[in-house]
């Protein structure tokens, strides 16, 4: 039998629309998979068996000749803290052990009327606060390309579910790095689109002002094919731009900057590959040259000071009164009840909350936050004028190969420090991508990261789409 769960999101759409299989055989396929790779790979908190009555569903309608949807039959895995009416969302907390939403997230919703297939939540860094996907409840998710390495986080579930075939594309969110980060750990492609043109309706709240929900896949088509459901306003977020774009996969030359900040702070291999990666795009017409963008330097640091102060405020709602772990109030004082109760919280959290209140506090706002948001607009406006010279700039994605489990753990700073490019792209609200790039000497793999103006998408998806065509990196792990 022919292994469909090595499908992309074009075969699979026309495969069960022209019923050459049915959407009731792929995901037969996929939870066979997910059954095999999991006990190596950990990728899911939980998988949903209802997926099998979906795929009947969308399998019935295509016989009866009722319409259906651009996403027929494609499979999708959700980040644990995307909302899905009542399937568990845990944010891989104890804090959230039991929820289980009463309704869906705009983008899960969307997927669901375009024919798509939820099959499950996967695993990530609890409430999204890590690199590495270790500081889950659940256990840490591993690299499919070694697994002694980290599969990079804060969505490493839903990096390494595409990467180990146990689904079709997946949904992450990325507040610093987090869709793009995985997406590079685990060569598969992972996009974040500009600040408002996805729904972050039913998203967990970790910092609001940075955070945006993207889609990763086999394929710039595939996380195109996805966008085209889910980007464009939603009424029920107001952060949202007006329109419903749509994307296709286009060639045209390009003016490509390679951002000298991000190659020269790289592992050497990562540089090199990084730097190659130039030759492809001038070999496809592109004008490429290298550039500099001096007040990078301050963006880790900024970010480190906004996410902490915002997720200090959006984690104060969980008290374990609405919802949270089986923890009986009776016999307690409020504070006391309320002290022991976040007691639960994981220490990455824990040091976030205090880290988040300490820059908000009076006497330190000026020095910390406001000065990360003057920061901020620096970068903003240096990034602006930029974009006049070039249509892309590229770099790495993550300045390092992806390590042993375990490594940085203990360390914060060194953990915080793997953020240094991409967190550039949260701060300014533009959109990025991860692209596979090579692989390093033991078999790594390495991502070009490619940045583009606020909602240029089409002209990132173009460049991502060209480099993919032609540097022709992609292949999947042995497991
Ligand atoms: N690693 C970054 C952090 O811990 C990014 C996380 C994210 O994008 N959710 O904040």
Redesign the pocket.
């Known amino acids: 039998m022919q292994s469909l769960y090595r499908l992309g999101v074009a075969e699979v759409v026309q495969g069960v629309t022209s019923r050459e299989f049915s959407a009731e055989e792929y995901i037969h396929q996929l939870l066979e998979r997910i059954e095999r790779v999991e006990p190596k790979i950990n990728a899911f908190i939980t998988v949903s068996k209802s997926s099998i009555d979906q795929a009947r569903i969308i399998d019935r309608k295509i016989r009866d000749g009722e319409k259906v949807g651009p996403l027929a039959g494609v499979v999708v895995a959700i980040k644990d803290n995307i909302c899905t009416k009542g399937m568990r969302t845990t944010c891989a907390s104890k804090m959230l052990d039991d929820y289980v939403p009463p309704y869906d997230a705009t983008v899960v919703d969307r997927l669901q009327q375009a024919g798509a297939i939820v099959i499950g939540k996967t695993n990530m ?1 609890e409430f ?4 590495t996907t270790e500081f889950s409840r659940h256990g840490a998710t591993r690299n499919p390309w070694d697994i002694n390495k980290v599969p990079g ?3 490493g579930g839903s990096a390494a579910s595409v990467a180990a075939l146990e689904c079709t594309v997946s949904l992450g ?7 793009r ?1 995985p997406a590079s750990f685990c060569s598969v492609v992972g996009f974040k689109p500009t600040y408002g043109l996805v729904s972050r309706y039913g998203l967990v709240s ?2 609001n002002s940075l ?1 945006q929900i993207g889609p990763l896949g086999k394929t710039v088509s595939d996380v195109a094919s996805v966008m085209n459901v889910i980007a464009g306003f939603d009424e029920k977020d107001n952060t949202t731009a007006a329109g419903r774009p749509s994307y296709s996969v286009d060639k045209r030359p390009l003016r490509v900057g390679l951002v000298k900040e991000f190659v020269e702070g790289a592992d050497e291999q990562v540089s090199k590959i990084i730097s190659n990666s130039l030759d492809v795009f001038a070999k496809v017409g592109c004008q490429c040259e290298e550039t500099s963008v001096a007040s990078v330097q301050y963006a880790l640091p900024s ?2 000071t906004i ?1 902490t102060a915002e997720a200090s405020s959006n984690l104060a709602r969980y008290d374990n009164i609405r919802y949270g772990f089986d923890m009986n109030p009776e016999g307690y004082e409020w504070n006391t009840y309320f002290s022991k109760a976040r007691s639960n919280f994981g220490e990455e959290v824990k040091r976030r909350i205090i880290t988040g209140s300490y820059v908000l506090s009076s006497g330190y706002y000026g020095k910390y936050y406001l000065k990360a948001q003057q920061a901020r607009s620096i970068l903003i406006r240096d990034l602006k004028s930029l974009f006049k010279k070039y249509d892309v700039l590229v770099g790495p994605t993550m300045p390092i190969l992806p390590f042993n489990m375990g490594e940085k753990v203990d360390n914060p700073l060194t ?2 420090l ?2 240094v490019d ?2 550039v792209a ?1 701060l300014t609200g533009i959109p990025a991508i991860s692209v596979p790039a090579g692989f390093a000497r033991n078999g790594m793999p390495v991502g070009l990261q490619i940045m583009a103006d606020a909602f240029c998408e089409q002209t990132l998806i173009d460049a991502a789409s060209m480099f993919e065509t032609e540097a022709k990196v992609q292949r999947s792990p042995e497991l």
């Open positions: 860094d999204g606060m890590g690199s986080g804060s969505s969110s990325d507040t610093g790095g987090s869709v980060c970790y910092a955070e970010y480190y996410a953990m915080y793997v953020d991409t967190v949260n």
